[in-house]
């Protein structure tokens, strides 16, 4: 018996890096899967299904049960193409991670509208889209008397958390990222359905320029190894995770940080508005206990 036997999972972004790990690991326990990729380059250039296909092949080839998506997720006709294959194929749709996006890094007096508006639509608005059809499949069957457990998990990023110089549309997309899972965690807990976020490190074509070899420890553990990623992914999408909703977790390797969202760090009170100058006066009070400059990128 597989953790998600009877699960129909779709994965986007599933033909490279994580997201085919990730896929590779939810049929290994058991799901169903949708393998969602345009096969675009890193860029969001011309695609080849051919990395999907792939994944599906390993999937087939152990056992498991697998179909190729080739919809282009950041429209509303391709969120929507993706979850209708997942149902008309295997009859329902359960697990639904969210995992394309390409790059375009410019700092951001160099960074033109087309590099912002691409970023934006694949990630940001490709988490929406699926997510949207997929709360409309799932709030329709709460409505007609079913039982739902239904798992969204997104894919966020710690330049999103913290921000990353020359990312200025990743980190923005990456943050929205977060407040929409923090939205959908809302809206949907009352039809059965959880919707966390991770955010990953791990070696990628993405990132495969920064981590190349480092961080392999006793053994040959390589903490950058993307198919750790996958063993989270799992969990969340568990029905042990029932409990677990509105949730952001960093994971690199075996380490996996549960994050807490916006909280004070530092107060002023009074039963009137202040003036400018007094706000000066007062800045060591409101900065007590925190620094008012930026934060570095990454605290642990």
Not at 169 to 190: C, D, M, P
């Amino acid at each position: 018996m597989g953790l998600l036997d009877g699960k129909v999972a779709i994965v986007t972004g599933a033909g490279r890096g994580i997201g085919r790990e990730e896929a590779i690991q939810l049929a290994k326990n058991g799901a169903k899967v949708v393998v969602n990729d345009v096969g675009a380059s890193l860029h969001g250039g011309e695609g080849d299904i051919t990395p999907a296909q792939e994944v599906v092949d390993t999937i087939i080839a152990a056992g498991g049960e697998a179909v190729v998506n080739g919809d282009d997720i950041s429209t509303w006709a391709g969120g929507k193409g993706v979850i209708e294959q997942a149902i008309d194929t295997y009859g329902s749709m359960d697990i639904l991670v969210n995992n394309a996006g390409i790059l375009r890094d410019k700092m951001s007096f160099n960074m033109e509208e087309s590099d912002w508006d691409d970023v934006i639509r694949v990630h940001l608005k490709g988490h929406f889209t699926t997510s949207q059809h997929a709360a409309v499949y799932w709030r329709g069957r709460a409505k007609a008397g079913e039982a739902v457990t239904g798992r969204i998990i997104n894919t966020s990023s710690e330049a999103g958390l913290f921000g990353s110089a020359g990312q200025a549309n990743y980190a923005a997309a990456k943050g929205g990222i977060v407040s929409l899972t923090w939205v959908l965690a809302r809206e949907l807990e009352r039809f059965g359905v959880t919707v966390n976020a991770i955010a990953p490190r791990a070696r990628t074509r993405m990132t495969e320029t920064v981590f190349t070899e480092m961080a392999k420890g006793e053994e040959g553990f390589d903490k950058f190894d993307p198919s750790h990623i996958a063993q989270l992914i799992c969990f969340l999408a568990s029905p042990e995770a029932h409990d677990v909703s509105g949730q952001v977790f960093v994971v690199f390797g075996g380490d996996i940080w549960a994050m807490s969202g916006f909280r004070p760090v530092g107060e002023l009170h009074r039963d009137a508005a202040w003036t400018p100058e007094e706000l000066i006066a007062a800045k060591g009070d409101l900065f007590k206990t925190h620094d008012s400059g930026i934060a570095p990128f990454a605290f642990f």
